[in-house]
């Protein structure tokens, strides 16, 4: 599976941005698909995460309620929906695919990872 990440941007706290994650690969519709995030000089950190199905979904207790994540399986792509940003959700973002069956919050389950798009929420 390739992945590709668009969307990022700049944003005034408060706002909101849709990130996409273009997959190539037959078997896009069978791993899990994640997001992560990565600020300097910090770990990539788990974002959201959701089944072949699009349910369950995972979420970082930081963003949850303010984040959606979905998928589009015929169209091989995940969105991050996100909003009411916050000036610590600065990042870039990176879409992660997972051949295993259960939804995870661990980047060393992910075996897939696209490259990542800047997010910078100004407050």
């Known amino acids: 599976v390739q992945l590709q990440a668009f969307g990022g941007g700049l944003v005034q706290a408060g706002g909101s941005l849709r990130l996409s994650c273009a997959a190539s690969?037959?078997?896009?519709?069978?791993?899990?698909m994640g997001w992560f995030r990565q600020a300097p000089g910090k770990e990539r950190e788990f974002v959201a995460a959701?089944?072949?199905?699009?349910?369950?979904?995972l979420y970082a207790t930081s963003v949850k309620g303010r984040f959606a994540i979905s998928r589009e399986n015929f169209k091989n792509t995940l969105y991050l929906q996100m909003n009411s940003l916050k000036p610590e959700d600065t990042a870039v973002y990176y879409c992660?695919?997972?051949?295993?069956?259960?939804?995870?919050?661990?980047?060393?389950?992910?075996?897939?990872w696209g490259q990542g798009t800047q997010v910078t929420v100004s407050s």
């Open positions: 992660a695919a997972s051949p295993r069956y259960y939804t995870s919050t661990r980047r060393d389950e992910y075996d897939y």
């Open positions: 959701l089944s072949f199905s699009g349910a369950p979904t």
């Open positions: 690969g037959r078997t896009f519709s069978r791993n899990i």
